[in-house]
Structures are given as C-alpha cells and as structure tokens.
C-alpha cells in the first residue's frame, strides 16, 4: 500500500504519513481492527526513519485513528470506520499496483448514502415530494429540440443554459458575469477536481474551512497540495488564523462554503466577505466560494455571495443547483476570470468533451420557467418549519451538554457532543440498527478529525418519519451521555 509523502514539502514527513494513513482509515481502505505494520516494517516499506514513523503512530493515536495493544501490535481503531462500507477493503500492507488516490470519502458516503434506511437523516437534500414537476418541460425540450440528444456541445457549456444562468445569477445571488467568465461543469464535484488538477501540485498551499464539505477535501488532497484547516469556531470563520497563516506562507487558494456551511450551517457576516477579499487581495490568493444553497435563507435581508462583492476576480465562484432542483441533474456553474475559465475548459475537454446537452437544455428551460420562483419559495418555507421543529425537539429532549447553533438557511444542523463521546459509536452500534442515519462529523475535517460531532439534515423526510427520527436520536444520545 502506497502513503503519499514529498520530502520538499515544509510539513514534517510525519505528519504526511500520519494524515494519509487517516485518509485510507476514514475511506474504509483499511477495515475495522485491521492490524497495521510494525514501526520497523512501515520504516523499511516507506524508506524513512524509525523516529518518523513513531511520531506518525503518536499523532494517529492523538488523534484516535488508532490504538496501540501492548504486546499485540497496532490496530485501526474500530470506532472510526462504518461497518456497512461496500469499499473493498485491501487484505494486506502491500498492494500489487501503487496507487496515488490519498482518500476516497466522497465515494465511500455515496455507497453508503444509497443504502436504505427508513430514518435517514444524512440526506442534505430534498425529498420526492417537493421536487419540481418538469415533465412536460422535459417532452418539450425532446420533441422541439431534437439536437439535444444528437449532438455535441461545447466544452463551456450550452449558450442556452449560460443565458440563463446569467439571469439566475443576478436575480437570486446578485452576481453579474457574462458567457466568457463562465463554465458549465458536470456537477460542484467535477469543479472542484478541475481546479485542483489544473491549478495545484504539492508545492502549492491550500486552506480549507474546518470542517468542510468531503469532496473538497478528496479533491484537494489528490492534487498533492499541503492542506492546511482554517478552523470554524464559535460559528466564526477565523480570519486571525488566515492573517497569521498568510504572514508565514500565504495559500493559493482559500476554500470554503460562506452561505449556510455544509456541514455546519454558519454563515459569514458582510464585514468579513469584505475583510476576506480585502486579506485576498493583500496576499494575492484566490477564494473558491462554494455555494449549494445560498437562496435557502430565513433571513429577511440574505447574505450575498462573496463574489457580489468581489470587483478583481479573486473569487471562483461555484453554484450547484442539485439542493434546489434535484441532484440527478448533476449541473453547475463555474464563475472566474476569463482566463480561468479558459484554462479549466482546456482540462474539461480532457475529461468529458462536455457536459450533457440534453439536461443542459432542460436545466434551461426550468430555470427560465415561471414555476422556479414559487419552487424556491416553497423550499425555504418547508425547511425553515423543519427547523423550528427540529430546534424545539432538541431543546425540549436532548441532553444539554449537547451544544448547537441555530443556522438561519440552509438545510443542516450541526450538533457538538462532549469531547469523550464518539459519535461513530453512536451511529453504528445503536442508530443504525434503529434504521436512524447521520453524518459523523469526524470525515470532515481536512486534518485531525473531531470525533465527537455530528450532521443532522432536516430535509429529507417526511414529517412524521422525521419527528420520530429525531426524538429516537436524542433518547440514544441521552442514553449514552449517562
């Protein structure tokens, strides 16, 4: 088995090893109590010293990826990982191909997102019966334009489907941008792996909000660059750490989701998207604002993207339409500075030609229909109700060391357990059997993984399914906490 580690990186050779046996622990590569090599035989297997490879096991031990059985030898830790994976787990060390991939956590989720449970709260989506009905917008689009589905499109993307997202953009996120500064891509994952292929090797540095949404963090951490956590307290981004991270070697890219955080629901103030831009400008990096779901605000004045503000294309600007219209549409939007854009059409081309032109086509004629505005509407009231619920069910039944913030949009809410519990545990050894999923917040962090949060979406299900689920969830946390 290959860990991926570069000796002119400025991060100590044992924290790369460390952090790319968490990857390949937290992806499911290695199973539950899978015994793990000898400091002597991972030395001599990797080419570096003893003293490397034992400060590597301390810091997975710290960090709870492991434990040590005296006189037995090391084990991952059985806690960490899902049970119900359908990744193939590697039997041995040594694997007969090297591979690079560092972590695979947005694939693992996916197969296990797809296993049915009546009770799932880790779906941050909508549910069946709030989706919008488009199909007569989808027969009319196969009958009157047939080239759709005969055809190729180009690279950027369907001049249809930029038009109007153009007039999306300006009407929902107050952001004015034009065909040549944007990209259609094949979803906010396919972005996110263009930017890091294209822009990104292991001398770059790139910052990610802590904890994060998983597919950035894969992303990313494929590319080879140093990851460093630009950490969320208190519902806080922590510009001071940024300020300082910057005074020692700024980033190339400072990643993060502003508008309702997935996974944690904060969200940034105007003053400081201004003071960001301002910090961004200052040390010549460029912002990646990722934004799933910004138009799901409870709020009377909605914060604007980052981009809205930006006036010297330091923002790259993704918007996923997956939360609002349905994620098998699998469509979205590129926004930066025409030579960006140009640059990453080159390695789209590479990777798929283009994207789909029939949803592009359809995806255009629902964003132009009058229905969208209603639609939106729609889900910002169901959800924000789905919150109020949420919150009095939590304040009325769940254990008050319990700590969470009320998000004001956005589909999740993000709950801080005592440092003690491990919330894998909870999931798998007593929710799970009750058919109750959720998000461990632990496969979020880029580094050093918190063990003792979670993930709820409010969403998904329907009211009474979900008032059970949730009321079952306080009782097995409370039970716990004793």
């Excluded at 939360?323 to 059409?345: D, H, P, Q």
Aim: hydrophobic share 35%; charged share 20%.
């Amino acid at each position: 088995m290959f860990i991926s580690f570069d000796r002119n990186k400025k991060e100590p050779l044992y924290k790369q090893v460390a952090h790319g046996i968490t990857d390949k622990i937290l992806s499911a590569e290695f199973s539950n109590n899978m015994k793990l090599p000898s400091v002597r035989e991972l030395s001599k297997n990797l080419g570096l010293s003893h003293m490397t490879i034992v400060k590597a096991y301390e810091l997975l031990e710290k960090d709870k990826m492991i434990v040590k059985i005296h006189g037995k030898g090391i084990f991952v830790n059985s806690s960490v990982l899902c049970p119900t994976s359908n990744t193939k787990i590697i039997s041995s060390w040594y694997s007969s191909i090297e591979d690079y991939q560092p972590r695979a956590l947005t694939l693992n989720l996916l197969k296990n997102t797809l296993i049915k449970k009546k009770y799932n709260l880790s779906y941050a989506m909508l549910p069946t019966s709030l989706c919008l009905d488009v199909k007569d917008i989808f027969m009319n689009v196969l009958s009157t334009q047939p080239e759709a589905l005969m055809t190729y499109t180009e690279t950027s993307g369907d001049s249809k489907l930029k038009k109007s997202f153009i007039q999306y953009l300006s009407k929902y996120r107050s952001i004015n941008t034009n065909s040549k500064e944007m990209i259609i891509i094949s979803g906010t994952q396919q972005g996110l792996s263009l930017i890091a292929s294209v822009f990104t090797n292991s001398k770059d540095l790139i910052m990610i909000e802590s904890p994060s949404y998983t597919g950035a963090i894969d992303a990313f951490k494929s590319s080879g660059a140093v990851i460093k956590a630009l950490p969320i307290c208190n519902n806080r981004l922590s510009l001071n750490e940024l300020l300082k991270q910057c005074d020692q070697r700024p980033p190339k890219f400072v990643y993060l989701t502003p508008n309702y955080s997935n996974p944690t629901g904060y969200c940034l103030s105007k003053q400081e998207r201004l003071e960001l831009l301002n910090i961004a400008e200052s040390f010549n990096f460029h912002i990646i604002e990722d934004d799933p779901w910004g138009e799901i605000s409870f709020e009377k004045e909605p914060p604007l993207p980052i981009k809205a503000y930006d006036k010297n294309n330091r923002v790259i600007y993704i918007k996923g339409i997956s939360k609002i219209l349905g994620a098998g549409y699998r469509v979205s939007l590129l926004s930066a500075s025409e030579n960006i854009t140009n640059t990453i059409e080159k390695a789209k081309a590479c990777a798929d030609l283009g994207t789909a032109l029939l949803t592009q086509r359809l995806l255009s004629e629902v964003l132009n229909s009058p229905k969208i505005d209603t639609h939106i509407q729609n889900i910002k009231d169901f959800v924000q109700q789905r919150m109020q619920l949420t919150i009095k069910i939590l304040r009325e039944n769940l254990n008050k060391k319990v700590k969470y913030i009320v998000p004001n949009g956005g589909f999740n809410i993000w709950l801080k357990l005592p440092n003690e519990i491990n919330t894998a545990n909870i999931l798998f050894e007593c929710a799970y059997d009750k058919g109750i999923t959720f998000l461990p917040g632990a496969i979020c962090y880029p580094l050093h993984p918190h063990h003792n949060e979670i993930r709820i979406s409010v969403s998904y299900l329907n009211d009474e399914d979900y008032k059970f689920a949730i009321m079952k969830l306080c009782k097995i946390i409370n039970e716990r906490l004793k």
